[in-house]
């Protein structure tokens, strides 16, 4: 379940719930993140600092990578 910020309207999800929604591993994700990765994604969506400890990333962001994805996959067919 993701997380609701009542004063933004933001609903935020955690790392489980992108890898859930991405089928990626925690592995992929954060290596999409990293720029020395041979798998650095600038497309893919930045997390934000919750607390001290905490991620998440932005549900709206990663619905759009995910949109993304797919129409670059549909257009390379």
Same mark, same amino acid.
């Given at each position: 379940?993701?997380?609701?910020?009542?004063?933004?309207?933001?609903?935020?999800?955690r790392?489980?719930?992108?890898? #859930?929604?991405?089928?990626?591993?925690?592995?992929?994700?954060?290596? +999409?993140?990293? +720029?020395?990765? +041979?798998?650095?994604?600038p497309?893919?969506?930045?997390?934000?600092?919750?607390?001290?400890?905490?991620?998440?990333?932005? #549900?709206? #962001?990663?619905?759009?990578?995910?949109?993304?994805?797919?129409?670059?996959?549909?257009?390379?067919?």
């Amino acid at each position: 379940m993701s997380s609701y910020h009542h004063n933004t309207g933001l609903y935020i999800l955690r790392l489980r719930q992108v890898m #859930e929604r991405t089928g990626l591993c925690r592995s992929t994700i954060y290596a +999409k993140l990293d +720029k020395t990765s +041979k798998l650095h994604d600038p497309t893919f969506p930045r997390q934000i600092r919750l607390g001290r400890g905490a991620v998440g990333w932005i #549900e709206s #962001e990663i619905n759009a990578w995910l949109a993304e994805c797919v129409s670059s996959s549909r257009a390379a067919s």
